[in-house]
């Protein structure tokens, strides 16, 4: 499974850790991705999406309607 939301459309960033040393290391923060059903009326059918905790407070903020719409124009559905 990827770590990208399909809502929002984040993916992990890349970087480096820094010790007290301030020896350089890679690391990664990841999105926090969970797999969410919802019922879209407008289809009449469930979808699951990989979303995000901000992907799923902007469905709760926008409806799943508009976001489905939205998610479909980019192309991540």
């Known amino acids: 499974m990827s770590a990208e939301c399909q809502v929002t459309g984040r993916v ?3 970087g ?4 007290h040393s301030h020896r350089r ?11 969410k059903t919802y019922w879209v009326p407008s289809l009449g059918r ?10 799923i407070k902007t ?12 998610v479909k124009a980019a192309g991540r559905l």
């Open 46 to 55: 469930s979808v699951t999406l990989r979303v995000s905790a901000a992907g």
């Open 12 to 14: 992990p960033g890349f």
């Open 59 to 70: 469905i709760d903020r926008d409806g799943i309607d508009a976001v489905i719409a939205r």
């Open 16 to 19: 480096k850790k820094v010790s």
């Open 25 to 35: 290391t890679s690391r990664q923060w990841r999105p926090n991705i969970q797999r």
